[in-house]
């Protein structure tokens, strides 16, 4: 009787695994605070500095560029000095690279902690952070967990992006700055207190492993990580499945995080749209985001994701087509349908691009998944500089819209062609 009552409460103790993700959860929010930034405070920065738009959107875009080619080391650094290590002195980063803005006189600067500074910090916790966990810790579930830490960098967007604009509005642009530093920072404790490697640490298997299973316990790493992240690069370039994941994942960074997250509000106040109800809707976009990543996540456990890409890119390529002739002085029914709309296909491309990158490259899943999302930044680089030259040239964002969208039609096709292979645990 005692062993069958034993059995029964073991069943029920949640399993640590979702505590961990929980952690990963709260500590990509915090980080999400300086991504709410670029976009409210890029006219702030223009009207008290006089540098263009170009000059501001090539400060994003180290940024964004950074973000991704830290990645894959960092994946390779979270195996060799843990995960605490590593994500506990990127929120440092990222702190110091927003708080010091207060200080600066000279675009020079500006590269430095925007671009430098916050780029490797956020780089080295970005969606790898997310893959590295998943992978580790869960077996069952892991593509709703993957849409669920996803879905985490919208949420911030949603929470801090009301904030920052309202910030900025009051009080100039310094303020939130300071905000975004700060959150970055409170979060720093919780990692160091929760967060844990392998669930073998604490004498766990991966959440849904079977009796015997290895999934979960911790694997020794030797070596330098950069030459590891280099390593499981070469031998993922000879595999087309990675280009054609690298190329679709390019255009899904260019058509998000560099085009709409960081231009946005400006063009939507190109049209007259005041930046404060800009910056809601952009925020809006991101609470649609946490529903569709989350059902993206869960349909990956079920779906070729294949498929579930082909989808995504092609609605997204129709929304940036129609958006230009949508924006205007006020919000109309048909702007909010594209906030709607877009937002649900914001990042779902995550967890299937996981899912697919965990199939073909098994161990070395996470560390690919790491340079597939590094085109993804370059992808978003080259946007966030190009729609900024197209803005200062043309005074409009229309014929970034259209390229944007045509882009997108060529991503569905390049995940067309990616062929399938026995899932791994």
């Known amino acids: 009787m005692t062993e069958i009552l034993d059995k029964k409460t073991t069943r029920r103790r949640l399993h640590r695994a979702w505590p961990v993700a929980a952690v990963g959860f709260i500590t990509l929010i915090g980080a999400a605070g300086f991504r709410s930034v670029p976009s409210v405070l890029l006219d702030p920065l223009h009207e008290e500095f006089g540098w263009s738009h170009a000059t501001i959107s090539a400060a994003v875009s180290i940024n964004l560029l950074l973000y991704g080619l830290i990645s894959p080391f960092a994946a390779a650094l979270m195996d060799r000095l843990g995960l605490r290590k590593v994500v506990s002195g990127a929120l440092v980063l990222i702190a110091l690279g927003s708080g010091l803005t207060i200080f600066m006189h000279s675009s020079w600067q500006l590269l430095l902690c925007w671009g430098l500074l916050v780029g490797v910090g956020t780089g080295s916790m970005s969606m790898t952070f997310v893959a590295t966990i998943t992978g580790r810790w869960f077996v069952e579930r892991r593509g709703l967990v993957t849409g669920i830490l996803t879905a985490a960098g919208a949420t911030g967007q949603l929470v801090f992006l009301p904030l920052i604009a309202h910030l900025a509005g009051a009080y100039g642009w310094r303020v939130p700055a300071l905000v975004a530093a700060g959150a970055a920072l409170a979060v720093v404790p919780l990692v160091l207190l929760f967060l844990r490697d392998y669930p073998s640490d604490v004498g766990l298997r991966a959440y849904g492993a079977p009796e015997g299973s290895t999934a ?117 029914p048909s702007v909010w349908v594209f906030i709607i709309f877009y937002g649900l296909d914001w990042v779902a491309t995550v967890p299937p691009t996981v899912a697919l990158c965990r199939e073909w490259f098994g161990v070395d899943g996470p560390i690919v998944f790491g340079w597939v999302f590094a085109s993804h930044q370059v992808g978003a680089a080259i946007a966030a500089t190009g729609a900024g030259a197209i803005r200062d040239a043309q005074g409009s964002y229309n014929l970034a819209w259209y390229l944007a969208g045509g882009l997108c039609a060529a991503a569905a096709l390049m995940s067309a062609s990616i062929g399938r292979r026995i899932a791994v645990a």
């Open 216 to 332: 979960g316990q911790r694997v020794k790493t030797t070596g330098n990580s950069g030459v590891r992240a280099l390593s499981a690069l070469w031998r993922a370039m000879h595999r087309p499945a990675f280009w054609m994941l690298a190329g679709g994942f390019a255009i899904c960074g260019a058509s998000t995080n560099g085009l709409v997250g960081t231009h946005f509000v400006t063009a939507a106040h190109d049209h007259g749209m005041p930046p404060t109800t800009a910056a809601s809707l952009l925020a809006l976009v991101g609470v649609f985001d946490v529903g569709g990543t989350i059902v993206s996540g869960w349909l990956t456990d079920r779906w070729d994701p294949r498929y579930l890409l082909i989808a995504y890119y092609s609605l997204r390529g129709l929304s940036l087509l129609v958006l230009p002739s949508l924006l205007g002085p006020t919000a109309q």
